[in-house]
């Protein structure tokens, strides 16, 4: 089945402690992202990455790191969690279409909660 | 500045009545528009884009979507609304086409009423 999973599906820690969201796609797309939704906010981009080993800031990055070092996978790493982060995140991938807009598929989400 | 503006938090439609949800935008050149729906505790799911050509785009689950150039909106309608349309949808836009970056709005949450 052609999906985008992201790991865990909810998660709660503490301020200061690293952690990882994975995102893993099937489907070999080239594009992929990383947004959060925050209420009253929609989506908001975080980083995107076009290709393997290209990434590069959406508008709000600051507190985040990702890396692209294979084509399926696209984590997301919080160095140093903080209460503002607490968020819904969502992992999103495309093929790559000259031309014409990419159609997104999202991942299932990650809640997490920073306290 | 860039961005996507959806005015209304809520929309509520009775059931078999038309809908719109509206949308605007603000992006240089020409706008690559996208149309997605959130169901409760799920992914966002794809439901249509504008590239170019005709101004009226159909996509999924009966919903069409107008672009408007001159007024820089695309906004979203259905003909007979539904129960099940009830989700939060929201509208994007690509920034450019040399890069994967999207500004969305902030959502509309449909109520369809029986």
Redesign the interface.
Known sequence: EAQ?TQNPRYLITVTGKKLTVTCSQNMNHE?M?W?RQDP??????IY???NVEVT?K??VPEGYKVSRKEKRNFPLILESPSPNQTSLY?C?S?WKVQ???????????TRLLVL | AQSVA?PEDQVNVAEGNPLTVKCTYSVSGNP???W?VQYPN?????LL?Y?TGDNLVKGSYGFEAEFNKSQTSFHLKKPSALVSDSALY?C?V?VS?G?????????TRLKVLA
């Open positions: 985008v594009y992202s947004y009253g906010l929609g989506l908001r981009q995107y990455s076009m590069d959406g508008d969502f999103a495309s031309g014409v807009g990419e159609t997104q598929y999202f991942g299932p989400g | 959806q690559y528009l996208f997605y799920r992914g966002l799911q794809f884009k590239i929201f994007a690509r086409s890069t994967y970056k999207y500004i969305f709005g902030t959502g």
